[in-house]
């Protein structure tokens, strides 16, 4: 067991691991004194997120090892994006005169389309994962890979804090603040990956 945890995990601390314990770090300050408007759709943090989203995108485009698993990885980026703009919606349909308002689908010409374009791309997505028989990949780099503990154990709290400030406390300033270290977190796992082959090797 000793040598595997040897082998397979690295407990070094990063640039890009780092940046990700200076996003965790501000989450409980942030919750105290950031204005509300922050966590708004477009606000300063989605902002911020889709950001590291962009920086993450063109780093799995460019990464200089599995290229065509990091194309998915990219694709996989541009699904989360998709996400957080609710495909469009909350960039070019907001409600005149109302603050983080906008029309729903049902409300917008043609809306009843995104959700099914949406899911369509998704598909497309896991269909290219298994015509390039990337589960092959996966698993030959889980068995050879050392996994980057720090950046792993942010990406994870980012996502659980996200969720629960979302399901739990309806609290958009911590939800936001969890997506953005969840975000950063998985700039640098891509960053590690994509462009550091002795990470790998």
């Not at 990219?74 to 983080?100: A, Q």
């Not at 308002?101 to 043609?110: A, E, L, R, V």
């Not at 050879?144 to 950046?151: A, E, G, L, S």
Request: hydrophobic letters at 50%; charged letters at 15%.
């Amino acid at each position: 067991m000793r040598e595997f945890i040897k082998n397979h995990f690295d407990f070094k601390i990063y640039p890009v691991t780092w940046i990700a314990i200076l996003s965790a770090l501000i989450i409980i300050p942030g919750l105290k004194y950031l204005p509300i408007e922050f966590g708004y759709e477009n606000g300063v943090l989605e902002n911020l997120q889709m950001l590291f989203l962009f920086i993450s995108l063109f780093l799995a485009f460019n990464a200089r090892t599995n290229k065509k698993f990091f194309i998915f990885i990219g694709l996989v980026v541009t699904i989360i994006m998709l996400r957080e703009i609710n495909c469009g919606r909350t960039l070019f349909f907001p409600v005149p005169g109302e603050i983080n308002h906008f029309y729903s689908w049902k409300d917008i010409k043609y809306g009843y389309l995104a959700h099914p374009l949406y899911g369509l791309y998704m598909g497309c997505v896991g269909l290219y994962f298994i015509l390039n028989k990337l589960y092959l990949d996966f698993w030959n780099i889980i068995k050879r890979i050392k996994f980057p503990v720090w950046n792993i154990v942010l990406l994870i709290i980012g996502m659980a804090v996200g969720m629960y400030a979302e399901k739990c406390l309806e609290n958009a300033i911590l939800e936001e603040l969890g997506e953005l270290l969840f975000y950063v977190s998985l700039t640098g796992i891509i960053w590690l990956y994509g462009f550091n082959k002795k990470f790998i090797d």
